[in-house]
């Protein structure tokens, strides 16, 4: 349902992209994005992409870092990692939210479709 790709281990300051593709009951989802869990840490919401209206969201912790993209077409969601750092170092989740909203939502319970995970790790 939901194909994630790109992770990997990066040095500090370096860059990643993740992919993340949608097919069967997500391929329509009208926000895909991104949470991550640290070892020990709580769920992060880092970003998001709403088709309806192409409005954005980032987790506070990567605003200015991070950027998310989306190929509609496809139905692919990108995000691209700057300036990263080992506090980056997490699984990254990919999410879909079928749900039609205005807004882009940032809690993980608006997300009914998560993929399988892949790991980002940042070496300092």
């Known amino acids: 349902q939901l194909q994630a790709s790109g992770g990997g281990l990066v040095q500090a300051g370096g860059s990643l992209r993740l992919s993340c593709a949608a097919s069967?009951?997500?391929?329509?989802?009208?926000?895909m994005g991104w949470f991550r869990q640290a070892p020990g840490k709580e769920r992060e919401f880092v970003a998001a992409?709403?088709?309806?209206?192409?409005?954005?969201n980032y987790g506070d912790s990567v605003k200015g870092r991070f950027t998310i993209s989306r190929d509609n077409a496809k139905n692919t969601v990108y995000l691209q990692m700057s300036s990263l750092s080992p506090e980056d170092t997490a699984v990254y989740y990919c999410?879909?939210?079928?749900?039609?909203?205005?807004?882009?939502?940032?809690?993980?319970?608006?997300?009914?479709?998560w993929g399988q995970g892949t790991q980002v790790t940042v070496s300092s």
């Open positions: 999410v879909v939210d079928r749900v039609r909203r205005m807004y882009v939502a940032r809690m993980s319970s608006s997300y009914e479709f």
């Open positions: 069967g009951d997500t391929f329509h989802a009208y926000t």
């Open positions: 992409f709403n088709r309806i209206n192409s409005i954005t």
